[in-house]
């Protein structure tokens, strides 16, 4: 399968700082890039996504940033909150038949 | 309201015996996944469907098998000659074809545990 590799795998901030969170990924090809957060037991859910056509994407404390040229995208999270503590995983895809995941980062935000 | 219901959410079986999971979705979705979660790491693609009647098989497919005979329904048999099924399995599904790439929604997922 495809390499997507995501860091770091741990994350602690205290709350009302920012985190932020770093995927690459080695095709070329790839057109979507997804994020998804996944609270203890429960199946992940998207967050925010992003497409190749396009650099940056925000949707109110979360913003995503990909660099098609460096092949890496990037979660921001600021104003961290108590609630977003959970794991988060990127994947990307270039035709919706095989998503490939990020080994997750765990992130805690200490109140 | 839509969505992708996973069952059982737990499930416990002796060493030997097959055991299957059912996944079921109404979102009219024709395309569905498997993936394996162990701790520390990623999805693992197990088997895919884009269509009714056909599937593939992903990245770690040994020991597994699934059907789709219905497109709302993907159920997932662990056997025994998966060697180490002790896992959390999350079902997943999203509009499939051409060149739009839709949102993979996942179920709830379900906790295999091996006696």
């Known amino acids: 399968g495809e390499n997507v590799e995501q860091h770091p795998s741990t994350l602690s901030v205290q709350e009302g700082d920012s985190a932020v969170i770093k995927c690459t990924y080695s095709d070329s090809a790839s057109n979507y890039f997804p994020w998804y957060k996944q609270e203890l037991g429960k199946g992940p859910q998207l967050i925010i996504d992003?497409?190749?056509?396009?650099g940056e994407k925000k949707d109110q404390r979360i913003a995503v940033t990909l660099n098609k040229t460096a092949k890496h995208f990037s979660l921001h999270i600021t104003e961290t909150q108590p609630e977003d503590s959970a794991v988060y995983f990127c994947a990307e895809t270039n035709t919706g038949n095989q998503f490939y995941f990020g080994t997750g980062t765990s992130l805690t935000v200490i109140p | 309201d839509g969505g992708i219901t996973q069952s059982p959410k737990y499930l416990f079986r002796k060493e030997g015996q097959n055991v299957t999971l059912s996944c079921e979705q109404n979102l009219n979705h024709d395309a569905m996944y498997w993936y394996r979660q162990d701790p520390g790491q990623g999805l693992r693609l197990i088997y895919y469907?884009?269509?009714?009647?056909?599937?593939q098989k992903g990245d770690i497919a040994e020991g597994y098998s699934v059907s789709r005979e219905k497109k709302e329904s993907f159920p997932l048999t662990v056997t025994s000659a998966q060697k180490n099924p002790t896992a959390f399995y999350l079902c997943a599904s999203t509009v499939a074809g051409g060149r739009y790439t839709g949102e993979l929604f996942f179920g709830e997922g379900s906790r295999l545990t091996v006696l």
């Open positions: 469907s884009q269509i009714v009647n056909d599937f």
């Open positions: 992003i497409r190749s056509n396009v």
